[in-house]
């Protein structure tokens, strides 16, 4: 993978960026994603942020190499401290990371998402946090994706500013996602959570309960009812 040849999740996260936008990436690594859609005329402008120095040199690096300093800055910052309401960012993508890491990069500082509209956020696992985090902070969702690369099962939350009621098993597996039950790549995801949630439940037998023991093998029970019950199984 590089700037000019992206994988293909992270090209399904460029297409859910509007024409013109102004986009922080947060957590860029090597600025693929920025450079990208400089390159390919999508964004107007970019952000990368990094927190940790290795990726936060390969960022820097990155976009010296592609001569594009004057459209992408890149900044050694913590989740949105990279970005500063006279920005005007109003597009943010955050890839790559876990749903709950993802949902606390948006939860700390989220005042300087201001000026945002829109979030593109793929999640490695646990997408449940994101929508989760969006419910509790009035974003809703516009569109999901699921798709699979090298073995691994990735999703991608569109979200734009509003309120949105899921149910239980919406915020479990996704409102979009849901209405395909016969889409391979989900139906595979739940298959694999479910085989695990069974192993554990294994595991919880032979050893015996405490009582937090005892609420996981509950919230274990309860997920894969639901999951049963979308495939109707
Ligand atoms: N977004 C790229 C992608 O999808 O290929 C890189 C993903 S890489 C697995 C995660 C990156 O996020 C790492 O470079 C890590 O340093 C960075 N990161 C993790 N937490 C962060 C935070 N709170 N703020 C900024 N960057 C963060």
């Known amino acids: 993978m590089n700037a000019q040849r992206l994988s293909e999740r992270l090209t399904r996260v460029a297409s859910y960026v509007k024409t013109g936008a102004i986009v922080a990436d947060i957590g860029s690594d090597h600025a693929y994603l920025p450079c990208y859609l400089i390159h390919h005329q999508i964004a107007e402008k970019a952000i990368a942020g990094e927190v ?5 040199d390969s960022a820097r690096n990155q ?4 001569k594009l300093e004057n459209k992408i800055t890149v900044r050694f910052a913590n989740g949105l401290k990279a970005i500063n ?9 955050i890839a790559g990371m876990g749903g709950p890491l993802i949902a606390s990069i948006l939860d700390q500082d989220s005042d300087r998402l201001a000026t945002v509209n829109r979030l593109i956020l793929q999640p490695n696992i646990h997408a449940k946090a994101i929508r989760e985090w969006a419910n509790a902070n009035d974003w809703k969702l516009v569109a999901e994706e699921i798709l699979q690369e090298d073995d691994k099962i990735y999703e991608i939350l569109v979200l734009e ?15 979009f996602l849901i209405t395909d039950t ?9 298959e694999k959570e479910s085989t695990e949630w069974m ?14 023991v005892q609420l996981k093998k509950e919230e274990i029970e309860v997920k894969l009812k639901i999951v049963k019950e979308v495939f109707g199984a």
């Open 52 to 56: 940790a120095k290795g990726p936060y």
């Open 63 to 66: 976009i010296m190499d592609e």
């Open 85 to 93: 309401h006279e920005d005007l960012v109003d597009t943010v993508t």
């Open 161 to 175: 500013r509003g309120k949105m009621t899921l149910s239980e098993t919406e915020f479990l597996m996704g409102p």
């Open 182 to 190: 016969q889409n391979e790549v989900f139906r595979l995801k739940w």
């Open 199 to 212: 192993r554990i439940l294994e595991a919880i037998r032979v050893a015996g309960l405490s009582s937090e």
